[in-house]
Each structure stands twice: as C-alpha cells, then as structure tokens.
C-alpha cells in the first residue's frame, strides 16, 4: 500500500515537473569536456548530489529553510547529460517560481560548481545567466606606466642632446676669440723684442699694405 | 668662410639611412597583400622587372642628383634649372603631408606596445557588458582584435563627418612619437645613421607602384641623404644595394606575413568546426565527446535522416566552414597590422613576447621611414641661408616636428582613421608620379643628359653604364607617364570616391560616400603639391622679366 502510495506521489510530482514549464529549467553538464579521462559517469547518486545542492541552495534564500531534497524534482535525463529540474512545495502543492530559484542559484553558482568539479561553462543553466568575473583591473591602467618611463626616458635624451649642442656651439665661439687674444699678445712680445716696430706687418687689423697699387686704380677707368 | 657641409662618417652609413628610410611598413602590410591577390609568386615576375626597369634607375637619378649638386630637393634643382626649383617645393610638401599622417601608425604601435605587457593580451577578450551577464554586444558581433582596434584604440565614429574630440591617449601617444623623431633628428645627419596572375595588367600596374612607392621616389629623402655624400661616392652600387634589400624585405615579409595567415586560417577553420559540433552537441542532446571532426559528416548525415524536423530547425545556424575561404580573407594597410596580426599572436603560446617583438619591429620600420620624411623636409630648410641664419638647427627641428604633431592631432580624433585614409590614398600617389617625371624629363633634357654624364664621371671617376642612360632617357619616362595615366583615367571613371566606415550596430565596414567638404579636401591635397611645379616656374620667368627690365643694359 505504502509503496502504491510512493509511486503514486512520485507520478504526480514528475507530471509537475513537466506541467510548470515555467518555472523549470534545463540543466547542461560536459564532464567529459571538463575533466577528460577523470571523467565521472552520471548516475542517480551524483542526481541526488545535484537535488542536495540545489536544496541546499533553496534553503539560504529567506523563507525558504524548510526546503528538503525530496522537493527538487528531475526528469528527462539524457546522454549529452542535460535534464529538467523543478522545486516544488509540497505544502501549498506548486512549483516554486522561477524568479526566486534562478536568485538561489546564481548566488551560490562557485558551490555547487564545485560539487562536481564544473564550471560556470561545463555546467550550464540555460535560464540562468552566470555573473561573468570581469577581468582584473589594476587602478593605474599598465599602459600609462610604461608610456611614463619611455616618456621620461626621451624627455631626458633630448635634454641632453640639446644642451651639449649648445654648449659646443658656446664653446666654438668662445675659441677663435681666445685664440686671437693669445696671437695679441705674441706679437706684442715680438714688436718689442726686436726693437724694430713691425706695424706695417701687422696683418691682424687687416691693415692695407700701401706698397701695392690698389686693384681698382690698376686700370684706369673708361 | 662659408660651413662645410655635414657628412657621412662612411659609406655605410648612408646605405644603412637610405636601407631604413626605404624598408618600411609599405614592406610589411603592402607588398603580402598585393602578392595575395595577384596569383602569389606569380607576382614576383611583374615586381622584379619593374624593379630593374624603373625602380633601380629612378632610384640611382635621385642619389645622383643629390650627391652632384649637395643640397636638399629645392637648391638641388634650382641649380638644374632656375625654373624648376617647384620640383623641389613640390617634394617638401609632398614630404610633409606624408610626415604629418604617418607617425601616427607609430602612435599606434606604441599603444599597442604598451598594452602588450598585460596577460591576458587585451585584444584576446571581450570587455563584459552593462550588468556582469555576458559580453559586450559590438564585441560580440565583430571579434575582439576588432573591437579592441576599432573601439579602444581608435573611438572610431560611425562616419567622417562626426568629428568627435581629441582622444587624449592617442594625443599622448602621438607626441612620445614625435618626441622619438625629434630626439632621432636632433644631431642632423651624424644621428640618422647610426641603421600578381602576368596577363593581367593590374599585376604589372601594381608592381610599378609597389617599386615606385616603396623605395621612396620623389619625397626628395633620397636626395638629402645623398646630399651629404662625399662626391666621389659609389652612389651607382648604393642604388643597386639599396633597392636589392628593400625588395627582399618585401619578399621576407610576405614569406612571414603568408605563415600568419596559414595559422590564423587553421586556428579559425578550427574553432569554427567546434562551435558545429557545441551545436549539435546540445541540440541533440548527444554524449559529450562523440562528436569529433573526423565523424562530424558521417553524424550530420545519420540527424539529417532520423530527425529532419529538428535537423532543418538548426541547419541555418551550422556554418560551413571552409580552409579555402579562411585563407582567401586578404587584408592590407593598418587592418592587417593591427587587426590581423594581433588575431594570429593572441592565440599563441608566450603571446606577450611574439606582441612585443612584432610591434617594436612596426616601431622601428615606421620611425625609419620618418627620419627619411623629416630629412626631405628639414634638408631644405637648413640649407637655406635665410632660415637658418635666424635659428639653430636643433629649433628648426623642434619647430617642424611640432608644426606636425599639432597638424597629426586631427587624425587622434573619433573620425581620426578616415581621414587618415584619405591622406595615405591621396596625398602622395599623383603628385610622387608627376614630381619623378618632371625629375627624369628635368636631368635627361632640361639639364642635358651628356653634362650630367661627364659631372658624375668627374664626381665618382666611373663612367655611366648605357643600361642606365637607356633607362633615363626612354623608357622609365614613357613607364611612368603611363602610370600617371592609367590613375587619373582610374580616378576620374569611378567617379564619387567611397570610404569604408565602421558600423559598431553591426560589427563590420560598410561603404560610404565621402561628403563634398572630403572631396574638396582631396582635391586641395593633391593640388598644393602638384601645382608648386608650374607656379614656381612661372614665378621665376616673371622675376627674370622684371629684373631684366629694370637694370639697364651694360656696355
């Protein structure tokens, strides 16, 4: 009689997991995909590990505690291995909605990954969307470092370049000066040593040597 | 006493300047793809003779011209001919559109550079979208080397006329760019150193513009570079060396660019084989595993016949995927450097190490090339006694690279990449040509051919090969003069010029028309250059006339 009553219930409930479309989802597992030759088989007892978490999932959202394992139900449990699961509360004879399951998951999504060594790709829930990790994002975007350091870099080249530019220039300029200031004073020396004024020889001021006709008188204009 | 001209410490140097000054990214991004759609090494045939018919004896006149009369472009051919000193103008000009748009694919490679020092590379993923649940939709629709080339790096508007603003991280980019030049140029010469299917005639059409444009004719580097020669230099041997290895870099990078592409269209035909089999995988609810590649036609076949209903639900979404049409995608320009190549190294091992490696090489070809440009420029301007006399050579420098980076903000705009466009199809393709032929016609007939043969004799002490007087004298002209043509009769034909614009709704390019303002823009580009050559001449006769009627005739 008991057992009568059993699969009774039982029948009922999957033709509810079928009824609710709307509040049931698809679940879509690739452990081969996932784990390769650590590849576990599906089988009833890691269905029942699955109701357990799910359960367990259920049971942190508020008002919610009293959910047991036996309220999750799963039916249609193919090859690939994907299956329908719906939570029902036997007490008021529904199916929870969708939009407090789908919250229960999401918020406890790493868990029950890590139940069965999946992930948020391996272990689909086709309603559910999974919160993606953004990638990291540092508070100085690396970039502008290295541009900084290449930046300064050039800045400190061209720096450089320039201003030993213009100190050759400064120093080229200062040489031809001094080197006449030294000439000075040579011939200052010279001039008196010998006693004879050597003036006229002077080719320094650019003086004119008055012993040459000059170009232009050479010719006698027309 | 008047400064001696600066000059090369050796010979090497030189070779070395004008190596890196013609080896470009022209070599990298232009000479694979026209390879690609020209019948492959079929190209090679067009490209070669091309190369020892115009691009050897075009690149000889040049050196000549500069090591014979040893100033830049302008005082080079003003002593040819007092007329023709707008060749010379014409060359500057030309020198600085192409210097204002091209060291922003600098700026490019070094913010690519700089973003390649993370892990992962940011163009292998998608950002995510507004509330963490998936990616971000244009990124979804495009790919992300797309995306993040498209969207991160450029901002790109959806057409030339939303300007938008200055992107500053392009803007900053741009001006360390500049700064490298700077810091390149800064010492003048002593620094530069120290570095096609043979029926069809569009084959031969291109391998002509390939040679011409990638050894650099016409900007007038050549001739300051050679400017600074010692006179009796082997500039002859230096032509051949030069154009030799250019055009073996070309052939060594479409041997690379041609690996890229195996790879990307394998990693592609690949990936696209497996999102087949996800499909059917979940549609039909197989094992996990049991579909592979070797039986995936086999299976279709067997759903096909067992489950047609469900079958026709999902065919439309299974793509066919086909090597063939992976490795028909031929892309040139700046998709193929930063979109393409980046897809190829985001999916290989160390792709941190391949990405640095391949953008300091952009780097170091694109900062080569514009030592060259800025040398046609500043060459002139500090020969000229007037300018130079007032300010040092490092202000000069200071004042063109800033003129440019000013100028070069246009294109850090959203709408930047168009008009970088239209500078890089326009700016320089019919002037270069008139420029070099106004150059050959201006030495063989103008200056005389039989002078300027003994001045090189007296100059190196080598006579001149008859190869190359052929060459001078008839056929480069009667090349490039049909060249000349076949563009403008190409140009005027097609009529309204189009652009591809990217479309962020749809993730791809689409074609546009360019507004009237764009169009006026084009034809101002080509105009300022092209017509300094007449303009000047026709200066220079009414200055002749005017002086010779105000002195009065001498005895």
């Known amino acids: ?222 | 006493m008047e400064k001696a001209r600066p000059l090369w410490a050796n010979p090497l140097q030189f070779v070395f300047a004008c190596i890196s000054y013609a080896v470009g990214l022209g070599n990298v991004w232009r000479f694979p793809y026209l390879c690609q759609m020209y019948g492959g090494g079929s190209f090679l045939v067009p490209y070669f003779v091309m190369l020892v018919v115009e691009g050897m004896p075009l690149l000889y006149l040049e050196l000549a011209v500069g090591q014979r009369m040893r100033q830049g472009s302008i005082g080079a051919w003003r002593t040819i001919s007092p007329y023709l000193g707008g060749v010379g103008l014409a060359s500057v000009v030309v020198s600085f559109f192409l210097s204002t748009y091209y060291n922003i694919i600098n700026a490019w490679a070094f913010w690519y550079l700089f973003h390649s020092f993370q892990d992962p590379l940011p163009w292998s993923v998608c950002p995510l979208n507004g509330n963490r649940t998936g990616y971000d939709e244009e990124c979804e629709k495009a790919s992300s080397t797309q995306y993040f080339w498209y969207r991160k790096t450029l901002n790109i508007s959806p057409s030339i006329q939303d300007s938008g603003g200055v992107q500053w991280e392009q803007a900053l980019c741009l001006l360390l760019a500049w700064l490298v030049v700077y810091l390149c140029i800064l010492r003048g010469t002593e620094s530069t150193g120290k570095l096609e299917q043979l029926a069809n005639p569009k084959a031969w059409i291109n391998a002509a513009t390939q040679i011409f444009f990638s050894l650099g004719l016409g900007f007038g580097s050549l001739i300051a570079f050679a400017s600074y020669n010692q006179p009796s230099t082997n500039c002859q041997q230096h032509a051949i060396i030069v154009s030799l290895i250019n055009s073996s870099t070309s052939i060594f990078a479409s041997i690379v660019t041609f690996s890229i592409y195996g790879f990307k269209a394998t990693f592609n035909y690949e990936s696209c084989l497996n999102k087949v089999i996800l499909l059917l995988t979940n549609s039909f609810d197989l094992e996990d595993g049991f579909l592979t590649t070797s039986n995936l036609e086999q299976v279709k076949g067997y759903l096909a016949s067992a489950f047609p209903g469900k079958y026709s639900e999902v065919l439309p979404q299974i793509r066919n995927c086909s090597l063939e049409s992976e490795l028909a995608t031929a892309v040139q320009g700046t998709g193929l450097s930063f979109i393409v190549y980046t897809e190829a190294i985001k999916n290989m091992a160390a792709s941190q190490l391949w990405s640095v490696l391949y953008f300091f090489m952009l780097l170091m070809l694109g900062i080569g090339s514009m030592l060259g440009n800025t040398a046609a420029i500043l060459t002139p301007l500090t020969d000229s006694k007037v300018i130079s006399s007032h300010l040092p050579k490092e202000a000069i420098s200071g004042l063109v690279c800033l003129v440019n980076c000013v100028i070069g903000l246009v294109f850090t705009m959203e709408a930047g990449n168009y008009w970088f466009d239209i500078f890089n199809d326009y700016a320089a393709t019919l002037p270069l040509l008139l420029i070099v032929l106004v150059e050959i016609v201006a030495v063989c007939y103008v200056f005389g051919l039989r002078r300027f043969e003994s001045d090189l004799q007296a100059m190196t002490g080598r006579t001149l090969n008859w190869y190359w007087k052929a060459m001078w004298a008839g056929v480069s002209p009667l090349l490039i003069i049909s060249l000349f043509v076949f563009y403008l009769s190409d140009y005027i034909l097609t009529g309204t010029l189009q652009y591809q614009a990217w479309d962020a709704s749809q993730g791809q390019l689409v074609t546009k028309d360019y507004p009237l303002y764009a169009l006026a823009i084009i034809g101002l580009l080509v105009a300022s250059s092209t017509m300094c050559i007449p303009l000047v001449a026709l200066g220079t006769f009414i200055v002749r006339r005017l002086k010779r009627g105000d002195t009065p005739p001498v005895a």
Request: proline share 5%; hydrophobic share 40%; aromatic share 8%.
């Open chain 1, 1 to 222: 009689m008991r057992q009568n009553n059993s699969v009774t219930q039982e029948h009922t409930r999957r033709s509810k997991a079928k009824a609710d479309g709307e509040n049931a989802f698809k679940v879509r597992l690739s452990i081969r995909t996932a784990l390769g030759d650590n590849a576990y088989a599906w089988d009833t007892n890691e269905e029942y590990l699955f109701k357990a978490m799910v359960a367990f999932s259920m049971r942190k959202v508020p008002n919610r505690e009293t959910t047991e394992i036996s309220h999750v139900l799963v039916c249609n449990v193919t090859q690939r291995v994907s299956f329908w699961f719906v939570v029902t509360d036997p007490l008021k004879n529904h199916t929870l909605p969708a939009v407090e399951v789908q919250t229960a998951i999401r918020m406890n999504r790493n868990r029950i990954n890590g139940a069965f060594f999946l992930n948020d790709q391996t272990l689909e829930f086709l309603k559910i969307p999974s919160t993606l990790a953004p990638p990291t994002d540092p508070s100085v975007p690396i970039w502008i470092i290295i541009f900084g350091v290449i930046f300064c870099i050039v800045i400190v080249a061209v720096m450089l370049l320039i201003l030993s530019g213009i100190r050759q220039r400064r120093r080229m300029s200062k040489g031809p000066t001094e080197v006449d200031d030294s000439e000075d004073k040579c011939e200052n020396t010279i001039t008196i040593e010998n006693g004879i004024p050597c003036d006229p020889l002077d080719t320094k001021g650019g003086h004119i040597n008055d012993a040459f006709m000059t170009e232009d008188e050479r010719l006698t204009p027309l």
